[in-house]
């Protein structure tokens, strides 16, 4: 393991140099990142990730337009449908497996995010520099927080890349004062806010830099566009919902009423998780004069936009982590022409850079390439290949959920038992899988020897593995799955 944390470091010091890769080898190597990040990591973050969105399109075969679409939903459907059409690609490719078009969807759409939030950053930093431009779209493949979210798929993570092309035509526009990025902007705007429609509100940044640039007519222009695109956008819901905007006027209304059930965080709460997300320690330092405030002078843009999201969503009590996936890439782009200065004064910042390199890469590998839930999904995954078991045994509340999506037809039932019930019964039949979290596994370890055999243990990803091993007691959920079965069979993993 050190070898490797030192080979890679090796790497971010030669390609931090800038000197010996070209655009072209810098967007070979991101992509080559997120293609390994789609295939191995299919984890998803979040459990309303799976209920209101995966168990709609996942599998293909049961999914149509009207399962996206529920009367007491606050989601639109507009924001499913991308992961659905995917699904439905997948199905008509012959990919029959749930957890297989699920894949496909990460894949598809993961890699479509890089490529659109990469094109975002060429567009922003190819009228400064040929060395930023090279520094975003490395920084968007080796940000720790990047890869591995960005490619989820969840509305957050969708709307990400259209957040980020917004952000470049704002900076653009704001410079060039074009219409034509105006315009564009604002549709990327838009098409952000159908995905994820809190972020729709940092699309006021284009009525803001008219005003700011006294340009009137782009501001009646920006107006009457950005209304337009408006009512499009809450025409479908008259179809799907039966009124205009419907899943919008849902979504505020309940957040108001009941988004303290979820937490009351504090209106500050987004501020530490900015401030780590974007590595602030190693980003203050002494700057030639005039460097911080021509950076702000033509980064404003991405700034206020960032400032509308917190004014947003300090409006509501409940705040998650991930509402802040949206505005990641954004982020990552305030952070690199800090990282191109220091990349420019290698010999003054050598140990800055490098200390930062380690830091970020430290939390950069297993959030981008280890799977979140995947003890549940493996073990979903098995119940799809082995229709033959036909009763689940939990002993001890050993998983709370099952992610049933990813099996094509469920028909096991399931049965939770205490450890005392599991010891004083005698061996089960062969159509009976049990299955056991570490601590459970534990208490009935000879039993298990005597009467049944392993058959699969489901891993968790490291950072679980690690948050199980501090602290057990409070962690048991993250722990690895034992699945034993019938010993007539003589099978052993």
Partial sequence: MQDIVCKALKLLVITSTMRHISRTQSLVFATLIYVLVVWFNTGFLA??????????????????????????????????????????????LGVESPFDQYHFVIILWGLLGFVLC??????????????????????LALHFATPGLITRPMFE??????????????????????????????????????????????????????????????????????????ILSGLPDIILRGSFHHSLRALADYNFKYGSHYGNQPWHFFFPLIFICMLVPW?????????????????????????????LHSMFANKFERFLISMIPLMVFLMVPFLGYFIE?????????????????????????????????????????????KTLINIDNSYEWIPDAFIKNPQYAATAISTEQFQNMKALSCDHLIVFNENARKQNESVLNARYNLLEKFDVNII?????????????????LSVYGCKVFGLTR
């Fill in 47 to 92: 459990t309303d990730e799976y209920w209101d969105g995966i168990t709609r399109y996942i599998p293909a075969q049961n999914a149509s337009i009207s399962t996206l679409v529920r009367v007491d939903d606050v989601k639109s459907p507009l924001q499913i449908l991308p992961m659905h059409v995917a699904a439905q690609i997948a199905y008509q």
């Fill in 118 to 139: 990469a094109c975002a950053a060429i567009l922003l930093f190819r009228n400064k520099s040929e060395t930023l431009v090279k520094v975003a779209i490395l920084a």
């Fill in 157 to 230: 993570s969708l709307a990400a890349p259209w957040v980020a092309l917004s952000c470049a035509f704002a900076v653009l526009y704001d410079e060039k004062q074009k219409w034509s990025f105006l315009f564009v902007g604002i549709l990327s705007a838009s098409i952000a806010f159908i995905l994820r429609q809190q972020t729709g509100f940092g699309a006021l940044i284009f009525i803001l830099l008219p005003i700011l640039r006294k340009n009137w007519k782009h501001l009646f222009y920006a107006s009457c566009v950005g209304l337009a695109l408006f």
């Fill in 283 to 311: 980003l203050i330092a002494k700057y030639p004069h005039g460097f911080l405030s021509e950076y702000f002078r033509r980064y404003r843009s991405l700034w206020i936009i960032l400032a509308l999201f917190l004014a």
């Fill in 345 to 389: 004064c290698w010999p003054q910042r050598k140990k800055r850079l490098l200390s930062l390199a380690a830091a970020n890469f430290v939390l950069w590998f297993p959030a981008t390439f280890f799977s979140a839930q995947k003890n549940i999904i493996d073990l979903a995954r098995y119940l799809d290949a082995h229709p033959e078991y």
């Fill in 464 to 480: 679980e593995a690690l948050a199980y091993k501090l602290n057990p007691e409070h962690n048991v959920r993250r722990s690895p």
